[in-house]
């Protein structure tokens, strides 16, 4: 009896750690597919999950972004250049279902696509345009494996190219070809800038005489103007003058007389003594016989003072 009781109690146990077994923990980034005798069953998400052992089998789904290192190999250009190139693959489970079935080994299956297609797309392009391309050729390879990838259950989220290694020689000659080209941008950027320098001196002498001239001109004017001024000046003086000279002379009702002797004062003048010809004008006989009363006039006072 006891020995029943005993080997009830070791089968009671092992039944417990066999439910035991039973117990799954599905991660937060996991999903589980569950088979049932080798069928599939359902998927289900992160949680404490639990099976019947050896009637339904689970298996885990990583759904979070991974990354595939696809090796470097030799590929040549459209000009015919071997060079070397290695890509990274960013991608994500979008099915479990169909990354578990579809496919035996994903990494392999995708590293190999990946070779394949990057020797088709780096092929159709020469050594120049796949080295300032990059951004093209990870566009390309990314749409060609996200739309191969797509039965797989699988996302590819981006392309990198991680390096493109012409070989040595041809390394070589584009260094020299770049410092060839530095070099005649320095020698162009130079002539550039004496050029410009060149320019700028002609223009501030050109804008120096500019200056200079309309200073010199603006200087002329102002002398013209002070001299204009000066003669309006003098000259509506000298009118003012013969005004009120005039002006006098008619307030002090001169006398033939005296008009004659001032007539003759005037006449003086005009000779100076260095004259040889002296033009009158024609109406000059009323001041002449002004002068000829005068003489009269003398000759009688020289007669009074003989007879007295």
Known sequence: MAA???????????????????????????????EVLGRYDKTVSSGLRWIMPFIKRMTKVDMREQVIDVPPQEVITKDNVVVTVDAVIYYEATDPVKLTYNVGNFILAITKLAQTNLRNVIGDLDLDSALTSRDIINTKLREILDDATDKWGVRVVRVEIQRIEPPLDVT????????????????????????????LTAEGVKESRVLEAEGQAEAIKRVAEA????????????????ERVFGAI??????????AIKYMEALQGVADGRATKIFLPLDTSGVLGSVAAIGELFKEASKDEANG
């Open 250 to 259: 008619h307030e002090g009702d001169p006398t033939p007389d005296l008009l």
């Open 227 to 242: 001299e204009k001024y000066q003669r309006l000046t003098v000259a509506e003086g000298e009118g003012q003058a013969i």
């Open 4 to 34: 029943v009781i005993s080997l009830f109690g070791i089968l009671a146990l092992a039944l417990i750690l066999i439910a035991a077994a039973g117990f799954k923990i599905v991660r937060p980034y996991q999903k589980a597919l569950i």
């Open 172 to 199: 070589e000659a584009m260094h020299r070809q770049m410092k060839a080209e530095r070099d005649r941008r320095a020698n162009v950027t130079e002539a550039e800038g004496e050029k410009r320098a060149a320019i």
